[in-house]
């Protein structure tokens, strides 16, 4: 996944992209194929959950 957006992480406010995210299981019953969540690579704080499978 390369979408070039950059997040930030309300908890330590560290900025990054989404190739510098780690990754995390989904809440719920969302399919983990079709949906990653993104987490800030310092804290580990679940920062946004992203579409990745095909449209």
């Known amino acids: 996944m390369s979408d070039g957006n950059r997040y930030t992480c309300d908890d330590c406010g560290t900025v990054f992209r989404s190739s510098e995210a780690t990754r995390a299981?989904?809440?719920?019953?969302?399919?983990?194929?079709?949906?990653?969540?993104?987490?800030?690579p310092?804290?580990?704080?679940?920062?946004?959950?992203?579409?990745?499978?095909?449209?």
Do not use: H, M, S, Y
């Open 42 to 55: 310092t804290c580990g704080t679940r920062v946004k959950t992203v579409f990745v499978g095909r449209d």
């Open 25 to 40: 299981e989904t809440i719920g019953d969302l399919d983990p194929d079709t949906w990653q969540t993104l987490c800030c």
